[in-house]
């Protein structure tokens, strides 16, 4: 075996120092850069008492083959402890498209639920109150239309939506840099995401309309730092949208949540989330004058790191995901995913969801870290790279600025390009030898006790068949008359500048399918093709 | 000096998650051979034709959402009613062992699971295209 010198760097290649003392943090004035967690800028954290006033909500995202066998799911994760759901959904639904449509086959209930009308959201939440259950949901272009669908089953339940709480992830503008699951050009699109920010503010005032996104963007291969500043850089597109919108900043941005992933670099993680917090308190106050301190205190979700997981070995999987739930724990998170040993091979099997849930108790209620606030803050290495990400991340900011925002940064290919080159530098490092992923090009194994004796969820190729009869019969029972108005009001109203959220209810009620729903805004937005760049 | 091998990197089905298939094509590029990337959202008449018109030896699909068993033998069925068998086609995404060994007994050349190494993938390749 070649033998590599070995390097000192965080796994986004940022160098680290052999020792870090009170020398290296000459610009950091406790008082104005960490201040007392709960206090500006936040960056020990958003509550003064932390974990100590309430645990981080434990949410394992999951759904697969059919709304039936996801119901199951979601009243087996209850009944286990978990304390929110958090709805996948496969990737016709994720694209707007019905289970029967021609480009779904094969891919109906693969990586999600799929849901293509009312009646699949009826199904998906049988038995559980959303008035007391809070969820979250993984959908981007059709966001819109699957909230409507899950207000409507609300209004069915006679829950106020008064009371309804959860999150939409709702989060274009990393589909066009990171996850490509996109539908409608961007300013069409961002039109969509401005009508569920104004709805929710005075209609859903406890549900989060967007969860501005950078696990997708670090999935895609991006360093931490492009993770921070994208991410942060797409919040404050949103945020420009709503206030030309007439919006008031501290009506809306109290509900903006974020979303980060739990990387296995297990410091710069933490520094990343802290930064976080840090740079939008101060983007909030001063570049767009907010006055309340809700507006300023960035609350995120983590998930651990997908990419990280290995198909070697994949026991070792369970303590990769330990350690980064660990790191999101010391970073302050509001909620948490675990991620399964087996999701190098498949949607995960219900023994290993559980193993994954059951690291999270550990972290809670066993290793003692939720006890105090911020435990590390004060130690020279954190605090140093803490500052060390928010400059790298302030100087991406400020470049999307000068190019106009994060639209023409986007049509320019600017942070595609960044990610892509970052994500193949990574590899190269993997190939070299640079970078050792144990039991992948260090310390592999023959042994197949180490390998696959992993029960794997299996998809029931029925799945699909089973949706669309499920479909045909809608159709044929439902009223199409009232469907058939139901879509030409709401495509006079997107080719207007109404909200499209009463419009997008009405179709719901009335039964269009999300197929339908979409081919109705394609007519009137048109669709999004990206030019391939490598 | 023999013509650069050429390889048409394709992303078929809904998936847009395009970090592994960026990856490979500008590795094999990096290894010296011409390398076509279709983007996302390929059908396989899409693919099968443009690696007709590109005139590929080599077709290398990305698939990571589970749609391996719906997409891959449509790609094999139309290879063969346009009499292009000589294209080699590989595969790479999420792939149980199970169906690695049904997608190669329907004539894919090789199927590259998670972990699966650059340099393993471009001397397959290379042996494949100098049978």
Not at chain 1, 27 to 45: I, M
Not at chain 1, 47 to 62: A, N, V
Not at chain 1, 253 to 277: C, G, M, Q, T, V
Request: net charge negative; proline share 5%; with cysteine.
């Amino acid at each position: 075996m070649k033998t590599v010198e070995r390097q000192f760097t965080t796994i986004s290649g940022v160098p680290v120092e052999p020792a870090y003392g009170p020398e290296d943090l000459h610009d950091l004035d406790p008082a104005r850069d960490l201040a007392a967690p709960g206090e500006f800028p936040y960056t020990r954290g958003i509550h003064r008492d932390m974990y100590r006033g309430k645990l981080w909500t434990m949410r394992q995202f999951s759904g697969f083959a059919t709304p039936e066998e996801t119901n199951r799911r979601y009243l087996y994760l209850l009944a286990q402890g978990q304390t929110g759901l958090s709805v996948a959904f496969d990737l016709p639904t994720l694209m707007g498209y019905d289970a029967d449509h021609a480009l779904s086959e094969g891919e109906v209930g693969k990586c999600g639920a799929p849901v293509s009308s009312l009646e699949d959201m009826e199904i998906l939440f049988r038995g559980i109150p959303l008035g007391e259950v809070t969820v979250s949901m993984t959908i981007n272009s059709p966001a819109a239309v699957v909230w409507a669908m899950y207000l409507a089953v609300a209004e069915q339940q006679g829950v106020d939506w008064q009371r309804v709480s959860g999150t939409l992830q709702n989060d274009i503008l990393k589909e066009y840099i990171a996850q490509k699951e996109y539908i409608f050009p961007p300013p069409q699109s961002m039109r969509l995401v401005t009508d569920t920010i104004e709805f929710g503010m005075r209609h859903t005032p406890r549900f989060n309309p967007v969860s501005i996104s950078g696990y997708h963007i670090r999935e895609a291969g991006s360093t931490a730092v492009q993770e921070l500043a994208f991410t942060l850089r797409d919040g404050i597109e949103y945020v420009d949208w709503a206030l030309e919108r007439g919006l008031q900043i501290d009506e809306f941005a109290p509900r903006l949540s974020f979303f980060f992933n739990a990387h296995s670099d297990f410091f710069e993680e933490i520094a990343k989330y802290r930064a976080a917090r840090k740079i939008w308190a101060h983007v909030m106050k001063e570049r767009y004058g907010a006055r309340s301190e809700r507006s300023m205190k960035l609350r995120f979700h983590a998930q651990t790191a997908g990419c990280s997981l290995t198909w070697q070995q994949p026991y070792n999987n369970v303590v990769r995901t330990a350690l980064e739930a660990m790191a999101a724990v010391l970073g302050g998170a509001q909620s948490l995913h675990t991620n399964s040993l087996d999701e190098a091979y498949a949607l995960p099997g219900e023994h290993a969801v559980t193993i994954a849930l059951r690291t999270q108790q550990v972290l809670a209620y066993e290793s003692g870290v939720a006890n105090a606030v911020d435990p590390l803050g004060g130690s020279y290495f954190l605090e140093k790279l803490t500052l060390e990400t928010e400059a790298a991340a302030m100087d991406y900011i400020r470049r999307i600025d000068a190019m106009g925002g994060m639209i023409p940064a986007i049509d320019a290919g600017f942070p595609q390009t960044e990610i892509a080159a970052a994500s193949y530098r990574y590899q190269r490092e993997v190939e070299a030898g640079e970078r050792i992923i144990v039991g992948v090009n260090r310390f592999q194994s023959d042994n197949q006790a180490d390998g696959q004796p992993i029960e794997l969820l299996q998809i029931d190729e029925a799945s699909g068949k089973h949706q669309e009869a499920k479909l045909a019969a809608l159709r044929a029972r439902r009223d199409n008359g009232s469907v058939n108005r139901a879509l030409s009001a709401l495509k006079r109203a997107a080719e207007g500048t109404e909200n499209t959220m009463p419009f997008l209810l009405d179709a719901v009620r009335a039964y269009a399918t999300l197929g339908e729903i979409c081919d109705a805004l394609r007519a009137v937005f048109g669709v999004y093709t990206e030019t391939p760049r490598l | 000096m023999s013509r650069p091998i050429r390889v048409l990197v394709a992303k078929p089905g809904l998936d847009g998650h395009d970090r592994g298939a960026k990856i490979i094509a500008r590795a094999l590029r990096d290894a010296g051979m011409e390398v076509i990337y279709t983007g996302l959202r390929q059908t396989p008449e899409m693919i099968v034709n443009a690696a007709l018109q590109e005139d590929v030896q080599v077709i290398g699909l990305s698939i990571l959402s589970g749609a391996h068993n719906a997409i891959v033998p449509r790609v094999m069925d139309l290879l063969r009613q346009k009499d292009m068998t000589d294209v080699k086609v590989i595969v790479g995404g999420i792939v149980p062992d199970e169906d690695a060994e049904a997608l190669k007994r329907q004539g894919v050349a090789a199927v590259f699971q998670p972990g699966a190494s650059l340099e393993a993938i471009v001397t397959f390749i290379r042996g494949a295209v100098a049978e």
